[in-house]
């Protein structure tokens, strides 16, 4: 069965910077396209960034492009969120996704079949 673990979250100001890692176990890494999802308290769990495959294709939310960049590691199982230029309105529980041959195009949470147990980023003002 496949387990994600997401790492890395924390408190930081507003303009900072913070490196996600998700581990990826228990099946074929190379087999799923891999995304990063938000969830802020009261809101809907929002799309923030999907990784193909091989990792020659990502896509962004528009609220996060220019300033987080997802990519991933085959040989070590990880897939990795950089977040840069931090704003207030980043605060959220981030959540690991994997998609069974999905490819970058998975933007909905309906689309991935496994996810994390989150990791907590905190921007302050």
């Known amino acids: 069965q496949v387990q994600l673990v997401e790492s890395g979250g924390g408190l930081v100001q507003a303009g900072g910077s913070l490196r996600l890692s998700c581990a990826f176990s228990?099946?074929?890494?190379?087999?799923?396209?891999m995304g990063w999802f938000r969830q802020a308290p009261g809101k809907e769990r929002e799309f923030v960034a999907t990784i193909s495959l091989s990792g020659g294709r990502t896509s962004y939310a528009d609220s996060v492009k220019g300033r987080f960049t997802i990519s991933r590691d085959n040989a070590k199982n990880m897939v990795y969120l950089q977040m840069n230029s931090l704003k207030p309105e980043d605060t959220a529980v981030y959540y690991c996704?994997?998609?069974?041959?999905?490819?970058?195009?998975?933007?909905?949470?309906?689309?991935?079949?496994?996810w994390g147990q989150g990791t907590q980023v905190t921007v302050s003002s």
């Open positions: 228990g099946r074929t890494f190379r087999s799923y396209a």
């Open positions: 996704a994997a998609d069974y041959f999905g490819g970058a195009a998975s933007f909905s949470v309906t689309g991935y079949d496994y």
